[in-house]
């Protein structure tokens, strides 16, 4: 390559990293925004990582099919690293991805992964929406509800019965260390519930006086047991000893097929320092601060979907319509 070539590829070379690098920009501030958590509950992360696969693909300039598969796959993993548990993160990335494999083109590719991409977060926003028109219909006038971190399938199904004119008492827990339960108590509020705040060990002691639980899920096993914030089996245990109804609010995308292959749920650990302060506690003390719990399905009355309520032992069956001749692909 002679020294006019270099002259002329070189800006060009310059710009092509330019626009790579701002195109990766788009993954890596998302995957770091859920990280850090300014994105957070398991709809909203599923539904950012989708939209940012499509944003990807959208800016891809380099119409190479074989390229773009590669980098969509990195930029894939780099989505799935950010956080560990909720499973619809991952269903929303291999939605958005599924038509890669098909396509003969770079371009039907790529529309394939901005029209997928698109279809899942619009389908996840009208699953929530659905949800909270089925679950409002458990809730009666008169009755005291309780829901666990901040979860925006529940509180849609709380606020829905409100709004239909059902007067509801909330009792919110803090949802320690982050305290989403403030986030909650916003919400609600916004909402025009009536809702009380509690700390998250007051849970036995206000559950004599709650009819009802509402609570979302991060992952749902085949076996039907739930992934949620951590705290939640101990609200279901506590609602279990008082003879209240549990609930789970869950979209079906936060169903996990892979553990119907055996495997298991991560449970994300998160730093110290959202427990103690920097020399609050001597040196050598351990700190252990592990974000989601699981409850088993025995603790759980009722599924609440887009497809409908369910017991726990109907999410197999689901799982398995759900994904048809790809089930075999799975393991
Ligand atoms: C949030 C949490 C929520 C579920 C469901 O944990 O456990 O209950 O994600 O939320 P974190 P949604 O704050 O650590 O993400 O119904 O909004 O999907």
Same mark, same amino acid.
């Given at each position: 390559?002679?020294?006019?070539?270099?002259?002329?590829?070189?800006?060009?070379?310059?710009?092509?990293?330019? !626009?790579?690098?701002?195109?990766?920009?788009?993954?890596?501030?998302?995957?770091?925004?859920?990280?850090?958590?300014?994105?957070?509950?398991?709809?909203?992360?599923?539904?950012?990582?989708?939209?940012?696969?499509?944003?990807?693909?959208?800016?891809?300039?380099?119409?190479?099919?074989?390229?773009?598969?590669?980098?969509?796959?990195?930029?894939?993993? +780099?989505?799935?690293?950010?956080?560990? +548990?909720?499973?619809?993160?991952?269903?929303?990335?291999?939605?958005?991805?599924?038509?890669? %494999?098909?396509?003969?083109?770079?371009?039907?590719?790529?529309?394939?992964?901005?029209?997928?991409?698109?279809?899942?977060?619009?389908?996840?926003? /009208?699953?929530?929406?659905?949800?909270?028109?089925?679950?409002?219909?458990?809730? %009666?006038?008169?009755?005291?509800?309780?829901?666990?971190?901040?979860?925006?399938?529940? !509180?849609?199904?709380?606020?829905?019965?409100?709004?239909?004119?059902?007067?509801? %008492?909330?009792?919110?827990?803090?949802?320690?260390?982050?305290?989403?339960?403030?986030?909650?108590?916003?919400?609600?509020? /916004?909402?025009?519930?009536?809702?009380?705040?509690?700390?998250?060990?007051?849970?036995?002691?206000?559950?004599?006086?709650?009819?009802?639980?509402?609570?979302?899920?991060? +992952?749902? +096993?085949?076996?039907?047991?739930?992934?949620?914030?951590?705290?939640?089996?101990?609200?279901?245990?506590?609602?279990?000893?008082?003879?209240?109804?549990?609930?789970?609010?869950?979209?079906?995308?936060?169903?996990?097929? /892979?553990?119907?292959?055996?495997?298991?749920?991560?449970?994300?650990?998160?730093?110290?320092?959202?427990?103690?302060?920097?020399?609050?506690?001597?040196?050598?003390?351990?700190?252990?601060?592990?974000?989601?719990?699981?409850?088993?399905?025995?603790?759980?009355?009722?599924?609440?979907?887009?497809?409908?309520?369910?017991?726990?032992?109907?999410?197999?069956?689901?799982?398995?319509?759900?994904?048809?001749?790809?089930?075999?692909?799975?393991?």
């Amino acid at each position: 390559m002679g020294p006019l070539s270099q002259l002329s590829t070189e800006p060009l070379l310059y710009c092509r990293a330019q !626009i790579t690098s701002l195109v990766n920009d788009i993954i890596f501030s998302t995957a770091s925004d859920i990280r850090d958590m300014k994105v957070r509950g398991a709809g909203r992360i599923a539904r950012a990582g989708a939209l940012a696969l499509a944003a990807y693909a959208e800016a891809y300039t380099v119409r190479d099919l074989e390229q773009f598969r590669s980098d969509i796959r990195k930029a894939s993993d +780099t989505l799935l690293d950010s956080r560990p +548990t909720a499973v619809s993160l991952w269903n929303g990335v291999h939605a958005t991805v599924r038509g890669l %494999k098909d396509a003969e083109s770079f371009e039907a590719a790529r529309e394939a992964v901005i029209t997928d991409g698109r279809r899942f977060a619009e389908e996840s926003e /009208k699953a929530v929406q659905r949800i909270a028109r089925i679950g409002s219909k458990r809730i %009666k006038s008169g009755d005291t509800l309780m829901t666990h971190c901040n979860s925006s399938a529940a !509180i849609g199904v709380i606020a829905e019965a409100v709004r239909q004119g059902k007067d509801v %008492k909330v009792y919110a827990t803090e949802s320690r260390p982050w305290r989403q339960g403030i986030l909650t108590v916003n919400d609600l509020s /916004k909402a025009g519930v009536d809702v009380t705040l509690i700390i998250d060990s007051a849970v036995r002691t206000v559950m004599s006086r709650v009819d009802r639980v509402f609570v979302g899920a991060d +992952t749902i +096993t085949s076996s039907g047991s739930l992934i949620n914030k951590i705290g939640t089996s101990q609200v279901a245990m506590a609602a279990r000893e008082c003879r209240v109804e549990f609930n789970v609010c869950s979209e079906t995308y936060k169903f996990s097929p /892979k553990t119907m292959f055996g495997d298991t749920v991560t449970i994300e650990e998160r730093n110290i320092d959202e427990v103690v302060r920097p020399g609050e506690i001597p040196e050598g003390v351990k700190v252990f601060n592990p974000v989601f719990d699981t409850t088993p399905a025995r603790y759980i009355d009722n599924i609440i979907t887009e497809l409908g309520i369910m017991s726990p032992g109907a999410v197999y069956g689901v799982m398995v319509r759900q994904l048809g001749d790809s089930i075999f692909n799975l393991e």
